[in-house]
């Protein structure tokens, strides 16, 4: 005798519910198994592949997510992965990430991803659907070539969305008035409004002009972004002692700036990990960085701008004795 449809039906839904069940302990219990390759107080370094790293952190976890991707140039990469993919295989791969990354978000959570345009237009068209679009910052690019038949591209693009209309944090900070390096002068005209201007600087709009979006220096063959950039996402993005996950660690920039500014971290990297290490390991270089970039923030001038402008006689905000 055979069972009733009915009962055939649940019972294959249940096996089914198990099965995948069984799939994720699988998956948790190997993640768990891949030891982490260094350890700080704060964060913990992983050497292997982002997916097979990300399914085992726990869904809604972490607080801001930094992420720099390979941009599939045709570059080296001394991981081996190819960085010659066609779009839809670049787009496969990034969703598959890109998935992980919007489950292990906390609600109010921002994530930042750090492409050229071309691949930005994707993410941004694939993420509008799960997450809460809120900037396309262009990160101007200083040193750039013409193309033939095109306008030269001359920014990088940083997508900024959050889960959730709002964001948990959004420290708002102010740049001091741009001005010339020789004379002091500023570049935008404030006519009679200087001295309604705020003492703690500008607004940051969504044109950032004032970081190099690749550090020179020896770590460029990993990429290295500017630790200012990694400080303004952080410092906007986040407070202390939340939790930042970079899944491409390339150089360490996103975890040596989050040890200095007392935020958790979790990183994976592919290739070679040594350079994070003796990053982490030595973190003077960046902290005196990290210092100079906070001298010159929120302020309206900075004090070399200061100097210059007194020399020339142009005009200073009064100080109040
Ligand atoms: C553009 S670099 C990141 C640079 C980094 N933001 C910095 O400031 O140093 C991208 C990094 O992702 C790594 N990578 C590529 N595919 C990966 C994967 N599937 N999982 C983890 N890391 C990967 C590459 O080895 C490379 O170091």
């Not at 998956?27 to 891949?34: G, Q, T």
Request: glycine fraction near 6%; hydrophobic fraction near 35%; include cysteine.
């Amino acid at each position: 005798m055979s069972a009733p449809s009915e009962y055939e039906e649940s019972y294959y839904e249940k096996v089914s519910v198990i099965a995948s069940l069984l799939e994720k302990e699988k998956k948790e219990e190997k993640v768990k198994k891949l030891k982490e390759e260094f350890k700080t107080q704060k964060g913990k370094l992983y050497h292997a592949d982002c997916l097979e790293i990300l399914p085992g952190i726990k869904s809604e976890t972490v607080d801001l997510i930094f992420a720099d991707p390979p941009f599939n140039l045709k570059k080296e990469y001394a991981n081996g992965r190819s960085d010659n993919l066609s779009v839809s295989q670049y787009m496969e791969w990034s969703k598959k990430w890109l998935d992980e990354c919007v489950r292990v978000l906390k609600p109010g959570g921002a994530i930042y991803i750090y492409n050229i345009p071309k691949w930005c237009i994707y993410y941004a068209e694939y993420l509008s659907s799960k997450l809460c679009f809120q900037n396309w910052i262009a990160i101007d690019m200083k040193n750039s070539f013409p193309i033939k038949d095109k306008y030269t591209p001359s920014h990088y693009g940083l997508l900024y969305f959050t889960k959730g209309k709002k964001p948990r944090i959004f420290n708002k900070q102010r740049l001091p008035i741009q001005t010339c390096r020789h004379c002091g002068g500023e570049y935008k005209d404030y006519g009679g409004y200087k001295d309604k201007m705020n003492p703690l600087g500008v607004n940051i709009s969504d044109v950032w002009y004032d970081i190099f979006p690749v550090r020179k220096g020896k770590n460029r063959i990993y990429n290295e972004l500017s630790v200012k950039l990694l400080d303004r996402v952080i410092s906007f993005s986040s407070n202390e002692g939340d939790l930042i996950l970079d899944p491409f660690g390339g150089s360490g920039t996103t975890f040596a700036v989050a040890e200095l500014m007392n935020r958790n971290w979790i990183g994976i990297e592919l290739g070679d990990c040594g350079v994070i290490k003796n990053r982490l390991t030595a973190p003077d270089k960046d902290e005196e960085i990290l210092e100079r970039i906070r001298r010159d923030k929120n302020v309206l001038f900075t004090k070399k701008s200061i100097k210059l402008r007194k020399k020339n006689g142009f005009w200073l905000p009064e100080v109040k004795e």
